[in-house]
């Protein structure tokens, strides 16, 4: 029944390791989204638990309410479980986008990225490495596909924004 499996559909944040995924619904079926176009079909075990059709033995998961929060569980075999939060992402149009593009400073790394808008995104320029986009996902916090830059946060003071990782949530 797609008004039942719609319940489980949107993006979900995983804290720990600092990536969206997202759950969405075509036709008639659940699928687990990696990034565009690396998704996987889910087939359903229970009223809220799913397999991964292409490898039902390996991954499962599973939808809970916790402490007010929607959580998607997945699951490697029984080895290891991964929790994911349920929230609702950030939109920013072209002028709220432009706010974080510049020069800074990735104090960790210890290097400079150059933000700017192409084609509607931002992307991040360093001299060493291969320019990529980054994503909001919540207001001020960005995240990528590239695991060194997976979750960007930017704080405000009165004159510029300022870059940090490892968002606290």
Known sequence: NSSELKKFCGDY??????????I?????????????GNESELTP???????????????SIRFEKKSGQELMIFAVGDEFE??????????????????F????LCENLKVMYNLTMQDGKIKASHNRNVDFAITP?????????????????????????????????
Not at 24 to 33: F, P, Q
Not at 101 to 104: D, R
Not at 150 to 160: G, I, T
Request: with cysteine; charged share 30%.
């Open 24 to 36: 969405k619904l075509k036709d008639g079926k659940l699928y687990y989204c990696r990034s565009e």
């Open 101 to 104: 593009t510049g020069l800074f």
């Open 137 to 169: 996902y919540k207001i001020d916090k960005f995240t990528s596909n590239v695991n060194y830059f997976s979750n960007l946060e930017f704080e405000r003071d009165n004159n510029c924004l300022l870059y940090t990782s490892d968002a606290a949530d």
């Open 45 to 59: 075990i229970s009223k809220n638990t799913f397999v991964l059709t292409q490898e039902p033995d390996s991954f």
């Open 13 to 22: 944040w995983n804290k720990k390791s600092s990536y969206v995924r997202r």
């Open 82 to 99: 991964y929790i994911n939060v349920k929230y609702d992402p950030v939109t920013y149009d072209s002028n709220q986008l432009s706010e």
